[in-house]
Structure formats: C-alpha cells, structure tokens
C-alpha cells in the first residue's frame, strides 16, 4: 500500500519534524529525521532553518533522498530546523503545496510544516482573500501560515494562539521563527505528536517516535491535544491553548499508518498489529496450510494469525522495495499491472496449498482483487482473505486523502459480495471489538469514523457533498 499506481492504496498524510540544537547541524538532523518518516508523505520534502535572525528553505518534489545533497544541506546552517514529507491531502501536489510554508509576521519569517487537514480550510481561505492575501497553492497548510500572519496587532507566540482557536480539523504543527521551535496539536489530538531530548540538552519533534533513534534522540512524551510547545534559549515552555474536547487519535494510525517500530498512547505499534492478527484468528478461523502476509504492513498481524491458529507462517510474496514514487499518471490498465511490478508470488511456497493470506485493509478491491489472481496463478488450492482491520466505509476528512464514499467498496457491498468480488475462498474482517481489544483501549479514546462513520470533529455540508456522504446514511452519528 501507499503506491499511486497500486490502484487502492490509502496515501499516507504527512511528517513533520523540528530540532533545536544550537551548535549542531539541524538540517543535516532534520534530513534523517525525514527519512525515518519518509512512509508518511512521498510527493515532496523540504527543511527550512533559521540563524536567529533570517530562515532558509529547500523544498522539492520527490523523495527525501532525491531532494537532498551534500551541497544543498551544506548550504542550510542554523541552529533551530523544521523539516516536512508530503503526500497531498487537501490541495494538489505539486510544488507551490509542498512544505515548509514561509510567511512574516510584522515583517518577521517564520516557517511552518503541517500534517493533517482542516474542514474550515475554504471559508478561512475567504476570509484571508477579503483581507486581501494572495495564495500561490491550494493547500490547507498555506491558510494557517496565512493566518498567523494576520494577527499582526498581536505578538507571534499569540498570533500562534489567535490562528488555532480559528482551525477546524485535525493539525499537528512544526513553526520556525528565526529563534524560536514551536509545536502545536489540535484540541481532539487526531494525529501524533510526540517531544524528544537530544544530547541531554536540545529538543526534537516529530511525527512519529520512529523519527528520534535515528537522531540519537530519546522519547520523553507526546504533545498532548490542545497544547503549544515552545523551545527557546531558556529551554521548553508547554502552553495549554486549549482543553482537550475528546482525546480523538487516528486508531488507522495503529492498522496501518505509523511505522511499526513507533509507540501510541504508550503501546508499540508492531505489537498492536499481532494482537491484531491473533484476534482475527480466533474470529475467522480458516483450514489451511500456510499463513503469509501482504507485506510489509501484513507482516505483524500474519505472524500474530499464525501464532495463534498455529497454521505455519511463510513468506508467499517477494516485494519489490526499488520502486520509487511515480508522477506520471498511469492508464488503469497500468495501475492493474502496478501491483505485479511490486509484489511477485513465490510458486514453490504456494503451489498446491491453502493460504490464508493476511491484509490490513481493503479500500476500493481492486489491489487485493489483484493479489488474489497471483496466488491462483502461482498454484494456490484455496485462499482464504483475512483483513486485520474493520470493513473501510466511510471517506477521511482529517489528512488521509481517501475515495468518495461511492468508491469505497465496503460502503458497496457486504463481506459476501466482496467475497466473490475479489475471488477468495472467504472473506473475514476484524470486528471493532477485536480492534478495540487489540490496541488496548476504547471508542473514547480514538477517531474510528472510516470504520463506523461517528466523526469527531463535525463536517460541513459541502465536504459531505464531495465525498457522497448524506444524512440519510444512518451511521453518520455524532460523537457523544
């Protein structure tokens, strides 16, 4: 998943990090940083650092290692860096939308780098126009730097503030002023945010806790909802701008969107996900010989099936692990072929045996209707489908750029009819009870809106309208 041309892959949103590490190479910090957050946005990449007194930025299309060099990191010395990996959520992607944002606040820069997606985003950008602002993208992350600037009567930490209390929607935010790292997370804390300490003296933020080993950082909590960080000479500052309104992390975070060596709300993700794999084992039990994931995001939850069916684990798949991200818009026949150029089945392991083949989720079924092809092809006697998550029905409005409704096949058809659809033998979903077992906690705790349509955060009529969501659908209920 997370390949344009795969056909039903879920993009990933977006990564954001900053250091302030006065005396050490921030952007050379920052570009690591990135890369352990690479899985998170594969459109553009950009660091922007400041000296104290101006800020410079890099951005371009591409991966990290493709935007980067030796002479451009050279060029961007400083003591504070934010840095940012895109995929598109709200606006296109092309390089007027990648990130950092730059702006000025009272004739000062600041940069800024966003991951999440704001449901007020047009009516904000209305407003800015009247006040006469000019946009060069169409993405949501340019109004918040827009709107900072805006607040010129006031000063930048409470422009900051003044910005936030106006946004609707799930942000978790990187700023760079020129001596200043600040970090934001929305009131319903949709998606991560976690602090680190380096060399016992600097700070780091990232998206992910998978960002700060690779830096030599250490973990010591999350940004919680509702809160501004600030790190300055004087150390780190926590500044509550908001109450929680109802603790809302992304729980897709733990299907398939953080890294697996990550920890949320305190629980390492790979683990999560073979909790996953052996609840589903008991709730779909399948006859078979073997068990093999979908990799990479399938592996923990096949193992964890495997473990508790005591069906034996095998690798039924070799991924290709060469394939960059595509520009170039593929014919559907391309996208169709997409998924042979990045997985090829191993005949010798499948030939003549019944497979359960493990999965994190289905979107549109195209991907697995594919997946499922290959494995008859390869020799497969019976393949059994096994999805470690619930059945995917409603669209994301919070930084996960996903299909309309209508495009979404669970919200189509039930289990049966994607059963025949996609070709296997059966077909079993994790229940949101096992969901919620597996990641240890309850609906309270978590955004599950692309599995039972109860959004957090209330959506306006004309997001509805484009993503084919109506009040007649009874599930769309508001979070109590």
Not at 6 to 13: N, T, V
Not at 63 to 77: H, R
Not at 216 to 238: F, N, Q, S, T, W
Not at 287 to 315: F, K
Request: aromatic share 8%.
């Amino acid at each position: 998943m997370g390949y344009e041309f795969c056909g039903e892959s879920l993009p990933e949103e977006c990564g954001v990090f900053g250091v302030y590490a006065p005396g050490e190479d921030v952007a050379r910090i920052a570009y690591f940083g990135l890369f352990a957050l690479q899985h998170r946005g594969q459109e553009s990449a950009g660091i922007a650092v400041a000296d104290g007194r101006t800020i410079k930025v890099h951005k371009r299309m591409g991966l990290v290692a493709q935007v980067f060099d030796e002479e451009n990191l050279s060029s961007l010395k400083g003591n504070i860096a934010i840095g940012h990996t895109r995929y598109s959520t709200t606006g296109s992607s092309n390089i007027a939308n990648a990130q950092p944002f730059t702006e000025h606040h009272r004739s000062v820069p600041f940069a800024l780098g966003h991951n999440g997606n704001l449901v007020n985003a047009l009516e904000l950008r209305h407003q800015l126009e009247r006040l006469g602002f000019k946009f060069e993208g169409t993405s949501d992350s340019e109004i918040i730097a827009k709107l900072i600037a805006s607040y010129d009567e006031l000063d930048f930490e409470r422009a900051v503030m003044a910005a936030m209390e106006q946004l609707k929607g799930a942000f978790s935010l990187v700023i760079l002023s020129p001596d200043k790292l600040f970090a934001v997370r929305d009131p319903y804390g949709v998606r991560p945010l976690v602090i680190g300490k380096l060399n016992g003296s600097h700070w780091v933020i990232a998206s992910e806790t998978c960002a700060l080993n690779p830096v030599g950082a250490v973990y010591v909590r999350d940004v919680e909802p509702g809160e501004m960080v600030i790190v300055d000479d004087k150390g780190l500052h926590i500044v509550k701008w908001s109450e929680i309104v109802k603790p809302s992390l992304c729980i897709f975070e733990f299907v398939y969107l953080a890294r697996p060596d990550s920890h949320l709300y305190g629980q390492n993700v790979h683990m999560v996900r073979r909790r996953m794999g052996q609840i589903l084992a008991r709730e779909h039990p399948a006859d078979a010989d073997i068990v093999i994931p979908v990799p990479d995001t399938g592996i923990p939850a096949a193992l964890g099936y495997s473990e508790e069916s005591g069906i034996p684990y095998a690798e039924g798949f070799i991924k290709n692990r060469y394939i960059q991200r595509t520009f170039i818009q593929p014919s559907q026949r391309q996208r169709e072929l997409g998924v042979r150029i990045k997985l090829t089945p191993i005949r010798e392991v499948l030939d003549g045996k019944r497979v359960v083949v493990v999965e994190d989720s289905i979107v549109r079924g195209t991907t697995t209707r594919n997946i499922v092809g290959m494995l008859r092809e390869a020799g497969a006697k019976e393949i059994h489908v096994r999805i470690s998550s619930p059945p995917y029905r409603f669209p994301c409005f919070y930084g996960i750029d996903t299909a309309a409704r209508n495009e979404l096949i669970a919200a189509q058809l039930d289990v049966e009819e994607i059963r025949r659809y996609i070709g296997a033998d059966s077909l079993g979903y994790l229940s949101m009870e096992g969901l919620f077992e597996a990641v240890g906690g309850t609906p309270v705790k978590f955004c599950s809106a692309c599995f039972d349509g109860r959004y957090p955060i209330p959506i306006p009529q004309h997001l509805r309208v484009s993503k084919h969501l109506f009040e007649e659908d009874q599930l769309l209920l508001p979070v109590r």
